[in-house]
């Protein structure tokens, strides 16, 4: 079962290499997305659960979704929507953000469609981390919530809820959830919109935002979300 | 200096360290020396900028330290993390932990 | 006695209280001194630069007869064009301007060992309170009849110390006739890179997959092992069909068969002739114990020893080696001389860039304790090589090591990728020796 999957993925991965460093990453259509989602196969939690050990995921990503260092995305209660179009764009070669997105663009390489779709509804069906960080003074902890809650429509920042919902449990299609993320991932993923590295998000939905946002108010962002409580 | 060198106390306390410094030589590594091994990955001093390795530099302790104990263990799936954690005790795991949580995260 | 030497060279005073001061661990005066590094490679870089970030008030002086130091570790990449040869240069610049390490670009022909010493070609004379030597190795071309240094340059290039051989031994890959045969001469222990010479057969044979389908890579070796052995051949048969001798076929994974059908890739063992006797570098006919084998293109890693500058100070036993005190790897034959890298004795440390660079580092720290009149402290090192069978298909031994009863000894348990490593985990090694280049140079050299 495992063995003739082994070297088709072994000869793709070949084939493959040629390729990986020649396209350049360019940001998807609205519609290639919704196609994407659209034919994204039912997902098995249960042999998620077998590949987030056995596809390695585990190592950066935590035996339960939680990231066991600061350093990487935590994944527990993730919509399975943008677990799965994430997936699908690095295996489209649309991420070079940054070095790490190499080790994902290598870990996505034979990956089927089915693979993603079980990944994806595994870590959905997670309970989302809880990330040991020290919440926000009561004064930044304001400034955030009203990013969250009303944007600022001075800069035109429309709030983070209205996509990410209120108690960051993402929204619909693609938009992720950000409770309990990782500080250090959160912040990293708003600089690499922001400087314009990460650039699969259609219609530059979050680059925009992220290039009005302030590198404190990012951080303050990113311990808002890290800490939220459920209501 | 000269005259804190003077007092017979200062001079007991000193001889204590160096006594303790020649005796700490028997027990392991210090966590610099320990640390020195990870840096041709994990960047001098642990530092990193962007890249593929965990940057270790100001790695919370206990977030270290249980790293490391998975990493053992194989509860943390690895590539070859586990058989260089295999390699140290949990005295130089912790002396590790601690070196690292003092240096200022960030690129060199 | 060398403690109280190493305080008088720094200049300082005698006294009663400064022993006591002196064995202040967290003294930020530490003496200063002056501590002259020869060679500039991973050991030697890797040595300045840690001499700086533990006392910043040590003058440092590296004497390297090269301006641009072209790194070894990851050069057989090359030949199959996934990087060129200016990929492969590093300078000193930041060293220079980060560390405030001065550079003498010459060559050491005189050393002094009563004097404290050093002469350079340049006329230059140079004292130091310590001298830590990191000269290499040197390729000895004239062990294997029939093969030179000048059939190194021309007919038959080593490339394992890497320049212009390395570029010219590409050159011949790539205009090899169609069915060729890559004929690769693997050395005796000890040397160089163990994995190396069969990471290079490797990233022949999956070039010659697309650039000369027909082409053979054939390994003639005077060992029945390798480091990374089974691993490596594990993956030389799943991505070129590679097949593996009975004896190995026992520990692979279950299902792992030999097709029999004749293979891209072939390694031939002392135990199956595979040791040559001589070669002719105008036919590049090459005769082993089996018989005659025909090259194309003719690859010759030959046997080797500490570089010659270890020889010319005086620093080798019989053995064509440095011995060293374990500890600090001070030399047995001098003191005040330390020698690290490829060129020292170093029990099971392999001899590769991470062990060269771990062992800079204790070294560098037992250099600046001595100079303040400490006792060194307990060293601990450690060796990751990654390996590729193939561009997307790594391995690696990873190792831990101590002292142990005066010698270093290898104590963390498994070495190797596991047999039965998920596809998973092969690529991304892959991925981490990529990275491992990067980080590596780095940690060396910026």
Redesign the interface.
């Known amino acids: 079962m495992i063995r003739p999957l082994f070297l088709a993925g072994l000869l793709l991965a070949c084939s493959a290499a040629g390729a990986t460093t020649g396209t350049a990453a360019r940001t998807p259509a609205v519609s290639e997305i919704r196609a994407t989602l659209a034919t994204m196969p039912r997902g098995d939690a249960a042999r998620g659960k077998q590949l987030n050990q056995r596809l390695m995921c585990a190592s950066c990503h935590g035996n339960d979704g939680a990231a066991p260092t600061a350093n990487w995305a935590s994944l527990a209660g993730q919509r399975a929507a943008y677990t799965y179009k994430s997936l699908i764009d690095y295996q489209h070669n649309g991420r070079h953000e940054n070095p790490r997105a190499t080790l994902m663009r290598v870990a996505v390489t034979g990956m089927s469609k089915q693979d993603m779709a079980d990944v994806a509804v595994y870590y959905a069906s997670l309970p989302p981390a809880r990330p040991a960080v020290a919440a926000l003074d009561p004064a930044a902890h304001a400034r955030a919530e009203r990013l969250v809650r009303r944007g600022d429509p001075a800069r035109l920042i429309t709030a983070c809820a209205s996509c990410h919902g209120a108690t960051g449990q993402g929204g619909i299609n693609e938009t992720p959830a950000l409770a309990g993320q990782t500080v250090d991932s959160f912040v990293r993923t708003l600089h690499d919109y922001r400087n314009g590295l990460r650039i699969t998000d259609a219609n530059q939905g979050m680059r925009q935002f992220a290039q009005r946002l302030s590198a404190e108010e990012i951080r303050e962002l990113a311990v808002y979300y890290a800490t939220l409580k459920k209501p | 200096?000269?005259t804190l060198?003077n007092s017979p106390l200062l001079?007991l306390v000193?001889?204590a360290?160096?006594l303790s410094?020649?005796h700490?030589?028997?027990?392991?590594?210090?966590g610099e020396?320990?640390a020195?091994?990870c840096?041709?990955?994990?960047?001098?001093?642990g530092r990193?900028g962007?890249?593929?390795?965990?940057?270790l530099a100001g790695?919370?302790e206990a977030?270290f330290i249980?790293?490391m104990q998975?990493f053992r263990s194989g509860?943390?799936?690895?590539?070859?993390m586990?058989?260089?954690a295999?390699?140290?005790t949990d005295r130089?795991v912790r002396a590790m932990a601690q070196y690292f949580a003092r240096i200022q995260p960030g690129a060199r | 006695m060398l403690n109280r030497r190493a305080f008088l060279t720094a200049g300082l005073k005698a006294g009663a209280a400064l022993a006591f001061a002196a064995a202040l661990p967290a003294r930020a005066q530490g003496p200063a001194g002056h501590v002259v590094v020869v060679g500039g490679g991973v050991g030697g870089a890797t040595a300045a630069k840690y001499l700086k970030l533990a006392n910043p008030r040590l003058r440092v002086t590296v004497i390297e007869a090269n301006r641009t130091y072209i790194r070894p570790y990851g050069s057989s990449e090359v030949l199959t064009g996934h990087v060129a040869m200016r990929d492969l240069d590093v300078s000193y610049d930041v060293l220079k301007s980060k560390y405030g390490i001065d550079f003498v670009f010459d060559t050491v022909v005189g050393f002094d060992p009563a004097k404290k010493t050093v002469r350079t070609a340049g006329r230059q004379s140079i004292g130091y309170d310590k001298l830590i030597v990191s000269p290499g190795i040197r390729l000895m071309y004239d062990a294997i009849p029939g093969y030179s240094a000048a059939a190194a340059e021309t007919r038959a290039p080593s490339g394992w110390i890497p320049g212009t051989q390395t570029a010219l031994l590409a050159k011949q890959l790539k205009a090899m006739r169609q069915g060729g045969t890559f004929v690769l001469i693997a050395p005796p222990k000890p040397y160089r890179c163990p994995p190396g010479p069969y990471e290079r057969a490797a990233l022949v044979t999956e070039w010659m997959r697309r650039h000369n389908p027909t082409g053979k890579v054939l390994i003639l070796d005077p060992k029945d092992e390798f480091v990374t052995d089974a691993t490596m051949q594990l993956g030389w048969h799943r991505l070129y069909g590679y097949n593996i001798p009975t004896d190995y076929l026992k520990d692979m994974p279950a299902g792992v068969k030999n097709s029999g059908r004749p293979s891209p890739i072939e390694w031939v063992r002392a135990k199956d002739g595979g040791t040559v006797e001589k070669i002719d570098t105008r036919t590049l006919a090459v005769t082993t114990l089996q018989g005659v084998e025909k090259a194309d293109v003719l690859n010759v890693i030959p046997p080797m020893q500490a570089g010659k500058l270890a020889f010319d100070m005086g620093l080798t036993d019989a053995s064509g080696w440095c011995p060293v005190e374990r500890r600090t790897f001070e030399s047995s034959v001098h003191k005040n001389v330390f020698v690290i890298g490829d060129a020292s004795i170093a029990d099971a440390m392999p001899k590769s860039g991470f062990s060269a660079n771990t062992q800079a580092k204790v070294t560098a720290r037992a250099v600046v304790d001595q100079l303040a009149g400490r006792a060194p402290g307990e060293p601990v090192w450690e060796n990751t090589c990654y390996a590729l069978a193939g561009s997307d298909y790594g391995l690696f031994v990873a190792d831990v090591f101590r002292l142990k009863d005066g010698k270093i000894a290898q104590i963390s348990g498994q070495r190797y990728l596991p047999l039965d490593a998920p596809l998973a985990k092969i690529r991304l090694a892959a991925a981490y020796q990529q990275a491992w280049l990067r980080t590596f140079t780095e940690d060396c050299f910026a």
């Open positions: 200096m000269g060198m001079a000193l001889m360290a160096t410094s020649a700490a030589a028997a027990p392991g590594p210090t020396a320990m020195a091994t840096a041709g990955c994990h960047g001098t001093e990193l962007t890249g593929e390795f965990m940057p790695m919370k977030e249980r790293a998975d509860k943390r799936l690895s590539t070859l586990g058989h260089v295999n390699g140290f130089e």
